[in-house]
């Protein structure tokens, strides 16, 4: 068995969606590498940073990311396999990049209660630019915007 810490900047930008792990990003990784009868067993953490914007307001945003990962590196003379050990080595690049790229967020949001926009305005809601709509969107409620949770909170119970 042999544990190694890689820290090395990624070769490439890695992912296509919302948010990525540009190219030079340090990408580190603590891999455990284990001797098996079926060949090698990599197993190990990887942890990095992404980057990319909110998918509800558009917002930049840079978050960390950490992903966990176990695979079997399978001498050539086994059956066919992702990987194998090639010359008494095995190439961890394929396998740290398809992890880390499957842990990125689908619709990634900059927290976890993001408002997102205004569909009227186009404006960031969780800024609060001090203008609030009075207007109710539909007429039927108008009745009901002069009722506050503060204005039934003054009146005593029974």
Request: proline share 8%; glycine share 6%.
């Amino acid at each position: 068995m042999r544990e190694f810490t890689l820290d090395v900047p990624a070769p490439q930008k890695w992912g296509e969606g919302l948010v990525s792990v540009p190219e030079g990003e340090s990408v580190l990784v603590d891999v455990r590498l284990e001797s098996v009868h079926e060949g090698i067993l990599a197993t190990g953490r990887i942890e990095t940073e992404y980057s990319g914007v909110c998918g509800r307001c558009l917002t930049d945003i840079v978050e960390p990311v950490e992903v966990e990962f176990q695979e079997l590196f399978a001498y050539p003379e086994m059956e066919a396999t992702d990987f194998g050990v090639q010359d008494d080595h095995v190439d961890l690049e394929t396998l740290v990049r398809d992890a880390t790229v499957l842990a990125l967020p689908f619709q990634p949001v900059c927290q976890p209660d993001c408002p997102g926009l205004d569909a009227a305005t186009g404006e960031r809601l969780a800024v609060s630019t001090g203008t609030e709509q009075r207007t109710p969107l539909d007429s039927r409620w108008a009745a009901l915007q002069q009722f506050t949770p503060d204005h039934d909170d003054e009146e005593p119970r029974n």
